[in-house]
């Protein structure tokens, strides 16, 4: 049970993808151009959605491509303790975004399905940022 709780708390952090037609745009903002804005929400969802589908899949290593800090040692013992992830995400607002770095807010629902014990559900407002790194967006680190 203690591993679970630790898995569980582990996979907090983890964010997969934006609800279906949210519109990831700065709060109170216009995107600097229209193209500019579309190419950052779409470069933005799919790097969620590429999330998603390593979590979905229990992938550690894929989901180390598109968060390339995180421990993937720990994240593969913590995925061998799960039946199922599911996680999605609500509320994506673009706090500041610039041609390298960008700050996204969102509120995370998770649902883990651990191989032993009970399912556990979690909702937290999480704000990450996000890295340009050779014409793909990273999910460098979480704030909260």
């Not at 190419?39 to 180390?64: C, G, N, S």
Request: include cysteine; aromatic fraction near 2%; hydrophobic fraction near 45%.
């Amino acid at each position: 049970m203690r591993a679970i709780r630790a898995v569980a708390c582990a996979l907090t952090m983890v964010l997969v993808a934006t609800a279906p037609g949210r519109s990831v745009v700065a709060a109170g903002q216009a995107p600097a151009s229209p193209t500019a804005g579309a190419q950052t929400d779409a470069a933005i969802r799919d790097l969620l959605k590429q999330y998603a589908t390593a979590l979905e899949h229990l992938d550690a290593d894929a989901v180390k491509k598109v968060q390339p800090s995180i421990e993937v040692e720990n994240l593969r013992k913590a995925f061998r303790e799960m039946r199922a992830l599911n996680v999605t995400i609500e509320d994506v607002r673009i706090l500041a975004a610039d041609d390298t770095i960008a700050r996204v807010s969102c509120k995370v629902n998770q649902t883990l399905t651990p191989k032993a014990g009970s399912k556990q559900t979690t909702a937290v407002t999480r704000v990450m940022r996000l890295r340009r790194q050779v014409g793909s967006w990273i999910i460098d680190s979480f704030e909260r």
